[in-house]
Every structure is written in C-alpha cells, then in structure tokens.
C-alpha cells in the first residue's frame, strides 16, 4: 500500500478575515465577514444587485479599501498592497479593454508592465486558449461581445494570477452565449488550476460553474455550500426561493416521531426529517415547510386511494398549468398555501388533469425541508425576477 | 415644371454648397488678392497677376518679425494652456472637492465676457503691479483666456472615459504614473489635442487683449491692423494664404490617417 502524501499547495487561498465597507456616506455594503476560498476551486459570489458581492470582490483585488478586516493571499497579507502589487486579476464587468491597444497590445499590458520583454509567444499561446489568434491585430471595438470577453480572460490569464476574479463577466452576452462561455471559463479554470472568484446575479450561472458558492443579502453571506447543497438545504427563505423555486407551507409542530417531527398544516398532518430543519422544534412552535416544485407528484382526487403511504399530502385544485416542453407547470391553489407550484415531467400525462380539477400532492417527506418561520417567506424573489 | 422637381431633389445639396461657399469664400478672395499686383499702396483692386509678393513674403519692414512674434506666443500659450487646462479639466471630472461647483462655472466666465472688458481690466492689473507691458504680459493673458476653451475640450473627453480602464491597468501591474502613461493619456488624447488646435487658433489671431497688454511689442494681428491704417501690403494675404494651406494640409493628413488605419483594420 502506498502513502500518497498529499500536500496542499495553499499559496492561492483567498482568506477574508472580518472584512467590512462601509462608505463616505454611511452605507455599509459589506458587513464583517469571514470567508475562505480554497486553493484552485471556483467559487462564486451570487447575490441581487447592490448585496455588496462586487464591493467584496474589489476589496480582494484591491481597487476598494476595507473599513475593517484583513485579506490574505496564502499566507501573505495584502490587505495594504495597492492592486498593482498584489498576485491578483480582474475580468471586468463590460470587460474595460484598453480601446487604444490592440488586441496583442491588451493582452500583453500586464506582461509589458511587469518588465518581460519577449512576450510575443506567451501572448500569442495565449490569444490561441482562447481561440483568438486571428484576431491580434484588431482593436477592441472591432470584436464581437464574446470575442471581447475572452480577450478579457485572456488579458487577466497571462499573467498567471495566483487567484482570477471575474465581475459578472458574462452580464452583457446573450443566453446562448452565455451559456456557451460558461462551459468555457469553466474548461479554462480546471485547465490551468487557479482559484476563480466569480461574482454573478445569475443563480444558474452560479451553479453550473462553482464548485462552491456563497449567497449574499444585503451585504451578510447568508449561506455558503456547494450548489447541490444550496438547492436541497436552504436555510433562509432568501436561499430558498433566490435559487430556484419553493414552496412554502406555515405549520406548526406537534410531535416527534423517532428522527423525524411531525406538524399540523392546515388539519393535516406533514413529516418533516429533524436533520432538515433549520427551525428550533420545540411543540408548538412555527415551521415554514419548503418543497421544491420537481419533488411534487400530482394526482387525480379520485385516485387518492392510489397513492402510497407515509407520503406528504394536501388536497388543491389546479389553477393554472402551462405545457414548456420537457414539463408542465401547474400552480394548485390549497387551503394551506395559495399558490403551490408543481412541475411535472411529461412521462404519462394524466389528461384529466386541467384547471378546475381537484388534485392531492403528495411528495417523499425526505424531500421536505424546515425553515424559521420568523422570516418573509418572499424574500429573494423579487431580487430574481428584476434580473 | 422639370425644373421645380429638379430643385425639389437637390434642395438639400445645392443649400449645403452655398453654405460652404458663404464659409469659404473670404479665403478664395484673400488667395486670389494674394497674386495681384496693386497700383496704390492698398491690394483691394484686382490689378494683375503677379508672383512678387509670394516670391518675397518677407519685403515688408517687421512684418516677418511681427509673424515670428505671433508663432511664439501662440506655442507657448498653447503649451501652457494646454498643461495647465489638462489639469484642471481631471481635477473637475475626477475628484470631489469643495466650491467644485463654483469652480467649474467660474472656469467659463472669462469666455462669456466681453474681451474688451478684459482687455482693459488686464491692463489695469498689470499697471497696478508695475508690470513691464511686453512679451510676457501678452503670453500670461493669452494663456489666461485659452484655459477655459482647452477646459471645455479636454473636459468632454475625460468625462466620457470609463474609470474602469485606468482600475483595469492598475490590476495588470501598472503603478500609478504608468497608469497615467499608457492607459489615461493616450485615450484622452484626442480632447487634449483639440483643446491645444483650438488654443493655437485663438491666441495666433488674438487682437482686443494683445492690443491693450502688448506694449511696443507688435504681433501679427496688430501689424495687419497697423498696416490697414496706412495701406496694406500683399505679403499679408501671403501669410493668410500661406496658413490656410497649413491648416487644410493638417487636415488632410489627420483624414489620410485615419482612414488607412480604417482600411488596415477592416
């Protein structure tokens, strides 16, 4: 058996320690936070506009100063270096290419500046990564928004950076471009192995590249994980309904069945796994259950008799269903929630199934998440659907 | 009938054509006054052709002189002006500073008041500060009147740059001063250069302020003026001639520029 020896190279951590901003004018865009961004991983900053995502970014890069805090590259402190001194680089949002420099020229500042004086093949390898060897001799202008963009990586890339940090970099594309360089930028991260910060509004942009994304509000992280525990564990209503969609039921505890607690909804009765609940469960209290709309299965009310035990159900009738393809949305109007939404894959489609139809949902308890009901139940959707 | 329809379509194109004569012609009279050949001392009948004046643009007593007077002013003015206006024109756009407000509408009074009035109010000044009228006193009062129009100028441009570029040069190791170099210059450029032209133009073919602050310095414009009291030489048509080639060349050559870099681009 052999030992693999497995040492951490931690030079391109990024540790935030206790870093706050608060402005000339009184406004605090960040609030004191501590944050670690491993070494080689790709973490994103998602939040609304204004959450102090982007003010946390430039304070890393050193373009804004914190009010409080410290920020350490590895082991280095940098907090006091001014941004041309620290081992850092920016994608920035609508790219801020230099519109008197070529292509070649833009590419090759940061080496230019730091003294390298033959740059002609590193900058032409790496106008090559990003598939834009053709176009060295033109000026920014001349490109098309996608060329610009990777011209912007590239600009940042070259110069080795011990962490890349991108501001919204994809913002001014269209979907499907989007889309594509997502993939891109994400090829490119694990392809040269340095730590990306990505600072997005886009709660699927997050999630398609990060390996582990922090969600801010209003300046706090309100929670951190990797995507797939984000989506399946929120622990604020802000999480919950800012990634995808929830659905919210206000319930109150009743008992404890082994790991699992029991509540009344409505003169129902719902399970909820304790392990999921991020809400104190002491017997009467409130509980917001949440339940993401894929988890739901919608049955015909004639057919209930059908559905199999220890399931979660509530009785509604449909209000509303929309065909998209690949599913249908319905929203079911309950005694217990307004306006619940299921989305049901197109597999076999019950055509019974109409607005007017009394229904049950039902769904896996395990699915079920708890959350502290002392909190808006809208909070974050307004934020996603302003984008 | 036919015609009306004619004039109908070319309406806009033939009002155009007038308008750039209207522009134009004072300099067609002055280059075509400059080959005459006048009986009298003054060249305000054509006579006939002639090459002398262009043969001895300098046969006028102090005229060259006075010219040369004029070209210096007009470099250093414009040099001065130019600096000093760059500079104002960052600190209002960049940096939040008290009275900024007050500063900036204080910048254009000098172009909206009367010249005359500022003529004689520099006069009083530089009387009362027992200041030798010359050389000196014309550059400070043409420096001091060019600022606002290289203000303006440079103003438009610095405002229209996105602050990014210079925090995007900063992140690619560029320290303050090669920031300023590479990245904030080079793309300001095309105001300060206006701002400069425009300087020139005005400080060359000033009259009012150089007329009450010049002294027994004589610069061009006070020649001409000077010289139309007693009749006026062709050479002075020689000289405008002369700068209005200069100045079209100049054109020219920025629009051959550009338009090969266009051309190289495309």
């Known amino acids: 058996m052999t030992t693999v020896t497995n040492k951490t190279d931690n030079t391109g951590d990024v540790r935030l320690s206790g870093i706050s901003k608060t402005y000339d004018n009184g406004f605090t865009a960040v609030h004191p936070l501590d944050l670690t961004v491993p070494q080689g991983s790709f973490f994103a900053l998602l939040g609304a506009s ?51 420099l070529d292509i070649f020229e833009n590419v090759a500042f940061g080496l230019r500046r730091r003294g390298i004086k033959s740059v002609k093949k590193q900058v032409e390898d790496m106008l090559d990564l990003v598939q834009l060897g053709e176009q060295a001799r033109k000026k920014p202008h001349q490109l098309s928004g996608g060329q610009q963009q990777r011209v912007a990586v590239a600009r940042a890339l070259i110069n080795h950076p011990k962490v890349l940090l991108l501001d919204e970099p994809l913002g001014a594309l269209d979907l499907k471009l989007r889309r594509q360089m997502q993939l891109e930028l994400k090829r490119i991260q694990t392809e040269v192995g ?147 939404e299921v989305y ?44 | ?5 004619w004039l109908k379509r070319n309406l806009v194109v033939i009002a155009g054509l007038l308008t750039l004569g209207y522009l134009l012609l004072p300099n067609v009279v002055v280059t075509v006054f400059s080959f005459n050949n006048p009986k009298g001392r003054f060249n305000y009948e054509w006579q006939q052709f002639s090459l002398d004046a ?25 040099i001065g002006a130019t600096v000093l206006g760059t500079m104002i024109a960052f600190a209002l756009v960049r940096y939040r500073f008290r009275a900024r407000g007050a500063v900036n509408s204080l910048i254009f009074l000098p172009m909206a008041m009367p010249e005359v009035v500022m003529a004689a109010s520099l006069l009083t000044l530089f009387l009362n500060m027992g200041a030798q009228l010359g050389f000196w006193t014309i550059l400070i009062a043409h420096i001091m009147f060019c600022l606002s129009f290289v203000v303006t100028a440079v103003k438009a441009r610095v405002m229209s740059m996105d602050p990014r570029l210079e925090q995007a040069a900063q992140d690619l190791y560029a320290g303050p001063f090669q920031t300023f170099v590479r990245v904030t210059l080079p793309i300001a450029a095309p105001g300060i250069a206006a701002g ?58 920025s629009m051959v520029i550009s338009n090969r870099r266009n051309k190289q681009k495309a």
């Open chain 1, 50 to 100: 204004g959450c102090g995502k982007t003010t946390t970014l430039r304070m890393i890069a050193g373009l804004e100063e914190p009010s409080s805090g410290t920020v350490h590259l590895g082991e280095q402190n940098v907090t006091a270096l001014p941004p041309y001194k620290r081992p850092v680089n920016t994608v920035f949002q609508s790219y801020a290419l230099f519109p008197h």
């Open chain 1, 194 to 340: 340095i730590t990306f910060v990505h600072v997005t509004h886009d709660q699927e942009e997050a999630m398609t590249m990060a390996d582990t994304v922090a969600v801010m509000n209003a300046g706090r992280v309100e929670q951190l994980g990797s995507p797939a525990d984000l989506y399946e564990n929120p622990r604020t209503t802000f999480v919950a309904n800012f990634l995808g969609t929830s659905n919210f039921i206000e319930a109150e505890v009743d008992t404890k069945n082994g790991d699992d607690i029991v509540l009344k909804a409505g003169g129902g009765k719902l399970v909820l796994p304790e392990a999921r609940c991020s809400a104190p469960t002491a017997t009467g209290g409130k509980v917001l259950v949440g339940v993401r709309p894929e988890k739901i299965s919608l049955t015909h009310a004639d057919d209930a008799g059908d559905i199999p035990e220890g399931r979660n159900r509530i009785t509604g009738r449909i209000a509303d269903s929309s065909f998209i393809g690949v599913s249908t949305q319905y929203v079911v109007d309950s005694p217990v929630c307004p306006e619940f």
């Open chain 1, 344 to 387: 049901a894959q197109n597999i076999d489609r019950d055509a019974r199934l109409v607005p007017g139809t009394e229904v049950v949902l039902h769904w896996n308890p395990a699915h079920t998440f708890g959350l502290d009901a002392a909190q808006d139940i809208d909070a974050g959707i307004q934020e996603e659907a302003a984008v």
């Open chain 2, 1 to 5: 009938m036919t015609f009306v329809k």
């Open chain 2, 54 to 78: 262009w043969k001895d643009p300098c046969g006028v007593a102090d005229m060259c002189g006075s010219l040369s007077v004029s070209l210096q002013i007009a470099f250093w003015a414009t």
């Open chain 2, 196 to 253: 400069a032209m425009l300087a020139f133009a005005l400080s060359f073919d000033d009259f009012i302020i150089t007329n009450f602050n010049a002294g027994s310095t004589v610069t061009f414009p006070m020649f001409v003026w000077g010289s139309a009291q007693r009749g006026t030489p062709v050479q002075i048509n020689v000289i405008g001639t002369a700068m209005f080639v200069v100045a079209v060349l100049f054109v020219l050559a």
